[in-house]
């Protein structure tokens, strides 16, 4: 047996119908989240929208969770109606999602959260979110034209942050493709990046496991910005120190 397995990391996918071929529905993410995963020492895994019931099965399966980005979290969610700014929301996405988050985070497993991820982990923890965030006062453009991921604005990091130490940095510049972002934090969570007009570009778990999230696309950048790996490796370095530490726990005297 491999003494130093690859850490097994549980990627969720979106859900989009074929308009041609065969008549199905697939399931699919980019695939530069499992090459970030991967390049971090990981073992990437994704998984189909299903039943939530699945998610505590799951969580046996996998060392750390992946929330990748997609469509908006539905506001009835965090208790908000729809702004007519909302875009296409997947109710059995969300509560997939949400059970994963809730039986990685019971089980003390490490968490990341990029973009529509880092916005479901605030709204599970009780957070809202603006729905539109060319209609918040002041607000910069966070929608870059530019779609192969190079860096358009900087954010500032809170010094102390597991973000902050990986980069080694106060701040750093980052990409950015998001048209909602977080209003509320919920209550288990530190902002731990800000962008200067004010909106939350990053998040972490106040207590317990890793957990992390980011309003931009590492996955886009690592290769070119090879700072941008960090987000993957404190989480493939999170899912190795909670592995081993099982490991020990169950290993025979
Ligand atoms: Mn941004």
Redesign the pocket.
């Known amino acids: 047996m491999n003494a130093h397995p690859r850490p097994r990391v549980l990627l969720s996918t979106g859900t989009e119908a074929r308009t041609r071929g065969l008549f199905r529905e697939d399931s699919l993410t980019g695939r530069n989240y499992s090459q970030a995963v991967a390049a971090a020492g990981g073992l990437p895994m994704m998984v189909a929208v299903l039943d939530p019931a699945l998610a505590g099965s799951y969580v046996e399966t996998a060392d750390a969770l992946l929330l990748t980005g997609g469509v908006d979290v539905d506001p009835q969610r965090y208790g908000a109606p729809p702004s007519p700014s909302l875009g296409a929301v997947d109710e059995r996405r969300d509560a997939f999602e949400l059970a994963l988050y809730r039986a990685f985070r019971g089980a003390g497993k490490p968490i990341l959260g990029v973009c529509r991820g880092h916005q479901l982990i605030n709204v599970a923890e009780g957070g809202t979110l603006h729905q539109h965030v060319p209609a918040v006062e002041g607000a910069w453009q966070?929608e870059q034209r530019d779609i192969r991921g190079a860096p358009i604005?900087e954010v500032s990091l809170t010094p102390g942050s597991a973000l902050a130490a990986a980069l080694g940095a106060e701040r750093v510049r980052?990409n950015?493709y998001?048209h909602q972002a977080i209003d509320r934090l919920g209550q288990g969570l530190t902002a731990v990046a800000h962008?200067s007009d004010g909106?939350i570009?990053a998040v972490e778990g106040r207590s317990g496991a890793f957990l992390l999230g980011v309003?931009?696309h590492p996955e886009m950048a690592f290769r070119d910005f090879p700072e941008q790996r960090a987000p993957f490796d404190l989480l493939v370095n999170a899912a190795r120190r909670h592995a081993e530490a099982g490991r020990l726990l169950h290993s025979p005297a």
């Open positions: 966070h604005h980052v950015s998001h962008a909106l570009e309003q931009w």
